[in-house]
């Protein structure tokens, strides 16, 4: 068992070499120790708003797609975190850097930010319930297991402690807590209680693996 709850220990245990590639990639350590250059992360941050907006209508879709009213409640908050907190983040910090919401408005979508996205958008589109939150949840959890980590391990004087501190901070947390019980709780009424003896349990691990090797893929984009 994990903070984020059961079925996201067991698949984050499976895909371990990725899930590590993607949470301690150079990318994110250059956030901790403050040596990643600003304009690769600005380019990051153009994309990853450009992913936001397609991320929150793959959870928009997961409205969609659940079954019944609590599951609908818990995806719609999501998207309510994402547009309305989450990407102010991107707006401010590019704003200050002299990039106005034109700017972000008029930019590009990488070929690797497309790929992520429009795989997790057909995970849904194909897939049930299970299928769009399984490649749904290596984006939420991850950034959570990173925020908290940098917040304790990074140096006093990084110029990322804003970015941490919106992944590391109380609403971005309950936000990963509650993306993990969802997860648990869909599992159970669909699954059962043994769900990893489940026909669906390795396709759906896969679908976790695949988005996190995306995630890896994502860290890249500056050098694109
Ligand atoms: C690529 C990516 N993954 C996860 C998150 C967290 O929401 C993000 N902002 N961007």
């Not at 547009?83 to 106005?100: K, N």
């Not at 497309?114 to 194909?126: D, H, P, Q």
């Not at 971005?172 to 019980?181: F, H, I, L, P």
Request: aromatic share 12%; proline share 4%.
């Amino acid at each position: 068992m994990n903070r984020y709850g059961h079925a996201f220990a067991a698949w984050r245990a499976e895909a371990q070499p990725d899930w590590d590639a993607y949470t301690r990639h150079p990318f994110v350590e250059g956030l901790r120790d403050g040596t990643l250059p600003q304009s690769r992360f600005l380019t990051y941050l153009v994309q990853d708003y450009l992913f936001l907006k397609n991320f929150s209508r793959a959870w928009a879709l997961a409205v969609v797609k659940a079954g019944d009213l609590d599951e609908m409640r818990a995806c719609s908050a999501t998207v309510h975190t994402l547009l309305d907190h989450e990407m102010s983040l991107h707006v401010q910090t590019c704003a200050r850097a002299g990039m106005g919401p034109e700017v972000l408005a008029d930019a590009q979508e990488a070929v690797t930010n497309i790929a992520y996205t429009r795989y997790v958008l057909e995970a849904g589109y194909s897939g049930d319930f299970l299928d769009l939150l399984a490649a749904l949840m290596p984006c939420v959890i991850g950034y959570g297991e990173i925020g908290l980590r940098l917040a304790t391990e990074a140096t006093p004087d990084t110029p990322y402690r804003e970015w941490i501190d919106t992944y590391a901070g109380a609403e971005y947390q309950a936000a990963c807590v509650s993306a993990g019980a969802l997860l648990d709780s869909a599992i159970r009424k669909r699954l059962g209680e043994a769900p990893e003896k489940s026909p669906r349990w390795a396709a759906l691990s896969d679908r976790f693996a695949t988005a996190t090797r995306l995630e890896v893929a994502f860290w890249e984009l500056g050098r694109e």
